[in-house]
């Protein structure tokens, strides 16, 4: 099983930025289409952008023209660049193939933004 492990969460300020990462242990990284999934406290799991083999980019709304999703397949990393944040963009991130879900899940990044 293709494990995942996710870094560069913390603790911002609204309106700060962070990067996130995620290294795969999968040979085929470069073909999979990755994506980028959050979970709020008391919320479900939700999709927030995804990047294809051909580094195509889609992002959920609520995200769009603030995050940028990308990827470094030499290293089997995906990354995602989070710029304007806001409170309600506080959860646990976590990685993994999209849209089925084929990679074990990671122990995900915590993302607080609060003043």
């Known amino acids: 099983q293709v494990q995942v492990v996710e870094s560069g969460g913390g603790l911002v300020q609204p309106g700060g930025s962070l990067t996130l990462s995620c290294a795969a242990s999968?040979?085929?990284?470069?073909?999979?289409?990755m994506g980028w999934y959050r979970q709020a406290p008391g919320k479900q799991r939700e999709w927030i952008a995804h990047?294809?083999?051909?580094?195509?980019?889609t992002y959920v709304d609520s995200v769009k023209g603030r995050f940028t999703i990308s990827r470094d397949n030499a290293k089997n990393t995906v990354y995602l660049q989070m710029n304007s944040l806001k409170p309600e963009d506080t959860a646990v991130y976590y990685c993994n193939t999209y849209p089925q879900r084929f990679f074990s899940w990671g122990q995900g990044t915590q993302v607080t933004v609060s003043s």
């Open positions: 999968s040979s085929s990284f470069s073909v999979r289409w």
């Open positions: 990047i294809t083999s051909a580094a195509r980019t």
